[in-house]
């Protein structure tokens, strides 16, 4: 089977196990022709699902709910950090203030606006401050957080511990990382196989293949069994850096054996669902998923 991955943004340790199984050739000794495609704007993959262009899309638990149509399943979550709004530190006083501040963000739209404000206003309610004195503007750029950081953004959404919260230590940046623990909203910092539902049926056993075999990489990653940065490194092509090294370490240990999706962003949904975010039912929300168990 071929099965054609578009990313949710450009290659990064993120993707490792897929990395790995691409690069040392296990996919191919078990039947599976997996391409990894990064996309140009960060939904690309849901238009391309649709019209048939790509098999599979990756990407955050949000846009699954955001971006939900029934010719679509998920069928399970694969990778999953700690993430939200990165503040800086000498900002974080001034945002508390009510004073304006700019956030930069590669995708600016009502759906993630709202999320990110309504982050921001949990995080003021355990500060003891009036959600009320919020002022902030979300400013569409790129995926290059730090680098807008520098050039004078005050915050950045969506950021992870594992990438933008190692690159901002490598760069001296003092921060906030106001993420589910510090504000109290349900984690969504996660990376969701989605795949076209008809698809997904007419390969069902192929499918199956592909948990298995991904599932025991990832369990082969967590045991030390690949040279993880050698191989990133050989695959990608990127110059190897001890920032990149720190990262694909950090990252390395929080994939997650494939599937249980459904339980686990119920509580996601039903936030959506009190915030307006969505039209979905709950039994729109059921269907969306798909218990894939190993071959």
């Not at 850096?241 to 949904?269: E, H």
Request: charged share 25%; aromatic share 12%; with cysteine.
């Amino acid at each position: 089977m071929q099965l054609k991955i578009m990313l949710e943004w450009f290659l990064n340790p993120d993707h490792l196990p897929l990395v790995v199984g691409i690069q040392e050739g296990i996919y191919k000794s078990h039947g599976l022709d997996i391409n990894l495609i990064q996309p140009e704007d960060h939904y690309d993959g849901f238009d391309d699902l649709k019209e048939g262009k790509i098999q599979m899309a990756i990407n955050e638990p949000i846009h699954m709910i955001e971006h939900f149509r029934d010719d679509i399943v998920c069928i399970g979550t694969f990778f999953e950090t700690e993430g939200g709004i990165l503040v800086k530190k000498e900002a974080l006083s001034n945002l508390l203030a009510g004073d304006a501040i700019r956030i930069t963000t590669p995708a600016s739209n009502p759906t993630t606006n709202l999320v990110a404000t309504e982050i921001l206003k949990k995080y003021f309610k355990t500060q003891n401050v009036d959600p009320s004195l919020l002022n902030v503007s979300l400013e569409e750029t790129d995926f290059y957080h730090l680098k807008h950081l520098n050039e004078g953004y005050d915050a950045a959404w969506l950021c992870f511990e594992n990438f933008e919260g190692i690159e901002a230590q490598f760069e001296g940046l003092a921060y906030e990382l106001i993420d589910s623990k510090k504000a109290n909203f349900p984690n969504f910092s996660a990376l969701e196989m989605v795949v076209n539902r008809d698809f997904y049926y007419l390969y069902q056993k192929e499918f199956k293949k592909f948990i298995q075999v991904t599932n025991e990489i990832i369990a082969d990653l967590e045991a030390g069994k690949y040279n993880a940065k050698s191989i990133y490194y050989a695959y990608s092509k990127e110059e190897q850096s001890t920032l990149m090294d720190a990262i694909i370490d950090d990252s390395a240990r929080r994939f997650l054996a494939i599937g249980g999706s459904q339980q686990k962003w119920q509580t996601l949904y039903d936030w959506f669902k009190a915030l307006g975010l969505t039209t979905m039912t709950q039994e729109d929300y059921n269907n969306m998923f798909v218990e894939v168990k190993d071959a």
